[in-house]
């Protein structure tokens, strides 16, 4: 049988799996079982294809009906146009947090810094930023010896071994460094609406990666706590959170010293990501406690009141830490 049937029986297998994306997925599955790119095969659709190489596809194909990912089938995602190595210990790189690449390669552009990524997995962001920041070199953390192994190997791929260090450990094993950057993707998601997710994201991706406690924030606020004794001084805090976590988010950056100061949609809108600038505490004046950025001005005026009266609650707060000091 030739590859154009071959493809067209196994998207039909794929659409009967109520696979939205059959076709493409048949035609890269058929790709890799070829081991060619998409570009070549589809160049060549009448190619005879023999029985090793159609039960290869047909393995293939069995895999993705399952929900699998295509990302772990292919053990490679692409991430700011660079493939990366990837496997079912770590996440999968998504297209949002190339957001947060993007604006960390706007914001620091031409400058050195010392960067941490903590929870490296892949090692897609801090790579990628490094890929963009010729003179930074940075740490990457990770508790999973399997996250450290890929990423290190993703390093070698793309020639950035000379300029990051892959350690596993924890964050609390960090002591005395300061840094001029720190990123993290965090685990966001509440731990009830696991259950929730998609097939593939719930039974293929690491729990590990996704369970952000019961408030969805108990590695960001671990985070945020441990970034204010190894961050320099008007050093930045990144951040990637959930869908409607930007509120409560803001409220823990500005009681621990950090003004918000840009903010990154994704594309349906939504805050991705947080940039943060850590202050003495003798710069923390009223008007900075409320300063957000013009990124938001377009949320609504009833939105930003809103946004307001939190702080308000948090200035309160600070004063009174103040006085007693």
């Given amino acids: 049988m030739d590859a154009f049937k071959l493809i067209i029986n196994g998207s039909k297998r794929l659409k009967n799996n109520n696979i939205s994306s ?35 596809f047909d393995d293939l194909i069995y895999r993705r009906s399952k929900r699998e990912p295509i990302a772990q089938i292919l053990e490679k995602k692409e991430f700011w146009s660079k493939d990366f190595l990837i496997n079912d210990k770590i996440l999968i790189p998504r297209p949002e947090t190339e957001l947060l690449v993007e604006k960390l390669s706007q914001v620091f552009k031409n400058k050195k810094l ?57 964050l609390d094993s960090i002591h005395g460094k300061k840094f001029d950057l720190i990123v993290s993707n965090p685990p966001y998601i509440i731990t009830k609406d696991i259950k929730n997710l998609a097939v593939d994201i719930k039974t293929y991706e690491p729990k590990l ?18 970034s204010k004794s190894i961050l320099k001084i008007k050093g930045m805090l990144a951040l990637e959170i959930g869908n409607e976590q930007f509120k409560k988010v803001s409220i823990i950056l500005k009681r621990n010293n950090f003004r918000v100061k840009h903010l990154v949609k994704d594309y349906r809108q939504n805050i991705r990501c947080i940039l943060s600038v850590l202050e003495k505490w003798e710069n923390l004046s009223f008007s900075s406690w409320i300063i957000i950025e013009e990124e938001i001005s377009d949320l609504g005026h009833k939105k930003v009141t809103s946004e307001e009266g939190m702080v308000r609650s948090a200035q309160t707060e600070v004063v009174a830490s103040i006085m007693e000091i």
């Fill in 22 to 56: 059959h076709q493409l997925d048949s035609e890269i599955l058929m790709s890799k079982a070829l081991s060619v790119t998409r570009e070549k095969l589809l160049t060549n659709l009448e190619k005879n294809i023999d029985n090793d190489i159609a039960k290869k």
């Fill in 209 to 226: 990666a996704l369970d952000g406690g019961n408030d969805g924030l108990d590695v960001i606020k671990k985070v945020i706590y441990k």
């Fill in 114 to 170: 010392f960067i941490l990524d903590i929870g490296t997995g892949s090692g897609c962001i801090i790579l990628s930023i490094l890929s963009e920041l010729f003179y930074s070199n940075g740490i990457a953390l990770d508790i999973s010896p399997h996250a450290i192994k890929l990423a290190q190997a993703n390093a070698n791929m793309h020639k950035l071994t000379s300029k990051v260090k892959f350690l596993r450990r924890s």
